[in-house]
Structure formats: C-alpha cells, structure tokens
Antibody, heavy 121, light 107 residues
Framework: QVQLQQSGAELAKPGSSVKISCKAS????????MHWIKQTTGQALEWTGY????????KYNEKFKGKATLTVDKSSSTAYMQLSSLTPVDTAVYYC??????????????WGPGTMVTVSS | DIQMTQSPSFLSASVGERVTLSCRAS??????LDWYQQKLGEAPKLLIY???NLHTGIPSRFSGSGSGTDYTLTISSLQPEDVATYFC?????????FGGGTKLELK
C-alpha cells in the first residue's frame, strides 16, 4: 500500500536551515510528482512547490523561491525539502503529497503525516 | 495568484442535516477544483477532484458541483464522523491555492 513517511519534528534557530524528508513506499517513486504543502497553526494551507522524481524537474511557488529547495534520492525513494534562512514565519507543519491522475483529472491522493518545524531562539 | 474564498468559516449542523459548503475563486478555474477534509491532528484527505469526481472510498453522501468561479461541496446527510475542516484547492493555475477552510461542527 502507498505510504509517505516523513521525518520527525524539528526545532531550529532563526537563520539556520532544516532538511525534512518524505520516504515513499508501495508505488514506483519516479512515476508520480511529489508536492509540498505548508500549514500554519492558523490552519492556512500554502502550496510550496513540486518535484518530478524521475527527471528532478521542479516548480516553486514564487513566494518560496530562495526559501525552499526540493530534491530527491531515487535510490531510497525519498523526497526532501530544505528550508533555509529560517524565521519564525516558517514555523508550520509541512506535508508531502503525491500527485496522481486518471482520465478525469489530477489530485493529491496520498499525504504524509506532516513534519512540524518550529523556529525559535 | 488566484484567491480562493470559502464560506462560511464555521458551520454548526445536526446529524442527518444536509450541509452545503461554498468556495469562490477570484477568476475562472475551469472546474479544476478539489475538496479535502482534515480532521484534528491529521493530514488532509482527498474527497472530490475536478469539481464532482468522488475519490475512491469516499461515501456517496459527499458530492461536488460548480463551474466558473463558484463551487459547492454538499454532504447529503451529516454524520458524526464528518466533523472536520474542509478545504478547497484550485489546480487551474500556478501557484496552486487553497481556500481558508470551513470548520464543520455538530450542533
């Protein structure tokens, strides 16, 4: 069965970086794009960007360019998101979500459990 | 960016009641509208994609409709397990954008 397993909570200092992971299993990793979504404690959801694991191609929300960097390790079926120059505004839960599609359209069908990133001095 | 506005922000309804949630886009999104349910402490869960396609395993009491800028999620008979926050998502344009959510509670 499809599973997305995310790394554990992070406590980081302002100005530092964190790299969170999303390990996929139960499907062919390179056949589905992986998207990343930020959710603040106020519950607002923001689409951050996506990566196509097969090609490594990426697309970012302009708001997160320079903030988020998406990579993959095909050998371990793991997607990564690095967040740099952290500020308290980056405090949020970050989800990875698989993008799938059929004849009727595309959708985020499987989501990871989320990784809580807290930025505090 | 396309702005997605959900209404109401909070909704209280009784078990068995028909519930309607709305999502309005700031421009035409050509039916590229999905609905997600998020329960407390969990990741969002796909309910409906492309306006009216029920995702696998989702109960038939959930349905979606709409076109252009206005979209609706309907729960035909509210069940206790439907207590959650519901988000809409547009996939017509980059960046993808979510609505602010409707929190659904039991009366």
């Amino acid at each position: 069965q499809v599973q997305l397993q995310q790394s554990g909570a992070e406590l980081a200092k302002p100005g530092s970086s964190v790299k969170i992971s999303c390990k996929a299993s139960g499907y062919t990793f390179t056949s589905y794009a992986m998207h990343w979504i930020k959710q603040t404690t106020g519950q607002a959801l923001e689409w951050t960007g996506y990566i196509a694991p097969g090609s490594g191609g990426t697309k970012y929300n302009e708001k997160f360019k320079g903030k988020a960097t998406l990579t993959v390790d095909k050998s371990s079926s793991t997607a990564y998101m690095q967040l740099s120059s952290l500020t308290p505004v980056d405090t949020a839960v970050y989800y990875c979500a698989r993008y799938s599609y059929n004849n009727y359209g595309g959708y985020f069908d499987f989501w990871g459990p989320g990784t809580m990133v807290t930025v505090s001095s | 960016d396309i702005q997605m506005t959900q209404s109401p922000s909070f909704l209280s309804a009784s078990v068995g009641e028909r519930v309607t949630l709305s999502c309005r886009a700031s421009q035409n999104i050509n039916k590229y509208l999905d609905w997600y349910q998020q329960k407390l402490g969990e990741a969002p869960k796909l309910l409906i994609y492309n306006t009216n396609n029920l995702h696998t395993g989702i109960p038939s009491r959930f349905s979606g409709s709409g076109s252009g800028t206005d979209y609706t999620l309907t729960i035909s008979s509210l069940q206790p397990e439907d207590v959650a926050t519901y988000f809409c998502l547009q996939r017509n344009s980059w960046p993808r954008t979510f609505g602010g959510g409707t929190k659904l509670e039991l009366k």
